[in-house]
């Protein structure tokens, strides 16, 4: 069974922190793929990047950078020099090899204050 | 990127009624669209798996009987929540898969998403 695990319920922050929300998972698949997700008062959610078992490099796109180590089953999402945009639950999400049905974390609710 | 819309995007009904939830792909053909509930303050649950002409995969504690899915075109899928109860208010948000790119991933993208309040 698949399984993800945010350990952080709540963040709290001041604007201009960096901030790192921890997402840990737990597959059987060799194939898989990892997902984060932003969703904000209104509900959509909002994708912001996927990444495949067989891509271990990191990536950064603006402010946002994601760590992804294998070995600790981990996916880590940091914020850098956060916003009060950036105030949202953010899920970390695993999908079985064909790119199917997710299973979601709990969410980590991020407050960013100015 | 691919769009996915809901409809409606809220709606409050009374006891015992039935609601119709609507999903679809509007610029791509999904074969495969999923069906998710979110309690406030809470995570994502699949409830289900839609496929296009065939009966819906129900995940387990799902009752299938009270939550009628049917996927009828390649870009229409729809939840009826029948004889809705205040339990069942949530947030209901469906997702469409599309059709494998270069023989490798499937993309999934989300609807909106659509709040149901039960009297």
């Known amino acids: 069974a698949q399984k993800v695990t945010q350990a952080q319920t709540e963040i709290s922050v001041v604007e201009k922190e960096d901030v790192t929300l921890d997402c840990v998972y737990e597959?059987?698949?060799?194939?898989?793929?990892l997902f984060w997700y932003k969703q904000p008062p209104s509900g959509e959610l909002v994708f912001l990047i996927r990444?495949?078992?067989?891509?271990?490099q990191n990536e950064i796109s603006g402010r946002y950078s994601w760590n992804f180590q294998k070995s600790t089953s981990s996916f880590n999402f940091t914020i850098t020099a956060s916003q009060v945009v950036d105030s949202a639950v953010y899920f970390c999400?695993?999908?079985?090899?064909?790119?199917?049905?997710?299973?979601f974390g709990d969410g980590t609710t991020l407050t960013v204050k100015p | 990127g691919a769009v996915v819309s809901q409809h409606p995007s809220w709606v409050i009904c009374k006891s015992g009624t039935s609601v119709k939830i609507e999903c679809r792909s509007l610029?791509?053909?999904?074969?495969?669209m999923f069906w998710y509930r979110q309690f406030p303050k809470q995570s994502l649950m699949l409830m289900a798996t839609?496929?296009?002409?065939?009966?819906?995969?129900?995940e387990q504690g799902v009752e299938k009987d009270k939550f009628l899915i049917n996927h009828a075109s390649l870009t229409l899928s729809t939840l009826t929540v029948t004889s809705a109860h205040p339990e069942d208010s949530s947030f209901y948000i469906c997702?469409?898969?599309?059709?494998?790119?270069?023989?490798?991933?499937?993309?999934?993208?989300f609807g909106p998403g659509t709040r149901l309040t039960v009297l």
């Open positions: 997702s469409a898969q599309t059709l494998p790119r270069n023989g490798v991933y499937n993309e999934q993208f």
């Open positions: 597959t059987r698949d060799t194939t898989y793929y």
């Open positions: 990444r495949n078992s067989f891509d271990e």
């Open positions: 999400a695993l999908s079985e090899s064909s790119g199917g049905k997710s299973t």
């Open positions: 610029d791509f053909q999904a074969t495969t």
């Open positions: 839609s496929n296009e002409g065939s009966k819906a995969t129900y």
